[in-house]
């Protein structure tokens, strides 16, 4: 975790330009010019329709795609050539695949003992530390869904709902400066949905984190968070960083989606 700097943003963007099938007839600019940036202690919730940027602005600042022009500060400093997996000791993931966060084939217990050790070093012992078992419990008992007593079961066998809790608690379990919310809870049934978003408000509330999450659940983007941006055509259109969130409404929001749908002739 980097130390934190008060007087800059925690997440920069800095003109970020970004174009796929580059000289092609399918060449598509997802950025030109982006600039972007996130406080320390935000929760922004991002929608937008397929292909405004969401997706790939995670990506980017992530580390799996690397823009082609523009600068990424974390803390202050310049994360742009820094690897994905160097990036993931201060940025922590949840996807929107339940399988992606978690090794199906491994124990609870298992799972939770590499993200114990995440950004630590490995030596031939034993892989998992019964010594933390009662910690690894305590934090179980957080998500209310009685995980703390199937430890030694495989995390293949729980459900979507059950997995994606347990990656939203392996991805918070070392201390991290933002977390990515990619879409998490958009494979989930209704109720699961709704359990993976009090959990993931009580987690970024209990730690104090910085957040974004990519959502199409304008219900969601409008009632979690203390700021809510729409992304298209690789712009903010909507941003209330001034501290208006309160006044977006899913009808609003829904407006502003139409209006936009209208004028690219969808």
């Known amino acids: 975790m980097l130390q934190n700097n008060p007087e800059c943003p925690l997440i920069r963007l800095d003109d970020i330009h970004m174009n796929f099938n580059p000289g092609t007839v399918n060449e598509i600019a997802v950025f030109d010019g982006f600039n972007f940036a996130i406080e320390p202690g935000q929760f922004v919730s991002m929608v937008g329709s397929n292909g405004s940027g969401k997706t790939t602005l995670l990506n980017v600042i992530c580390g799996s795609l690397h823009a082609d022009r523009g600068a990424i500060y974390l803390n202050g400093k310049n994360i742009t050539d820094v690897p994905e997996h160097r990036r993931a000791e201060n940025i922590g993931r949840v996807f929107q695949n339940p399988s992606a966060g978690t090794c199906p084939n491994l124990t609870i217990m298992e799972n939770l003992s590499l993200a114990d050790t995440k950004g630590g070093s490995f030596g031939p012992g034993k892989g998992v530390n019964r010594k933390r078992e009662d910690y690894y419990r305590s934090r179980l008992e957080l998500l209310g869904l009685g995980l703390e007593d199937k430890l030694d079961i495989p995390v293949g066998a729980l459900s979507g709902g059950q997995r994606q809790a347990l990656a939203l608690l392996i991805a918070t379990m070392t201390p991290i400066d933002l977390l990515i919310l990619d879409e998490h809870t958009a494979a989930l049934d209704p109720r699961s949905s709704e359990t993976v978003m009090d959990l993931t408000e009580q987690l970024i509330g209990e730690k ?59």
Do not use: Q
């Open 208 to 266: 104090k984190l910085t957040a974004l999450m990519v959502t199409h659940n304008l219900r969601f983007a409008v009632e979690y968070g203390n700021r809510l941006v729409m992304m298209h055509e690789g712009k903010a259109v909507i941003d209330t960083k001034s501290g208006n969130k309160a006044s977006c409404t899913v009808d609003t929001l829904l407006e502003t989606f139409n209006a936009i749908s209208i004028e690219c002739g969808n």
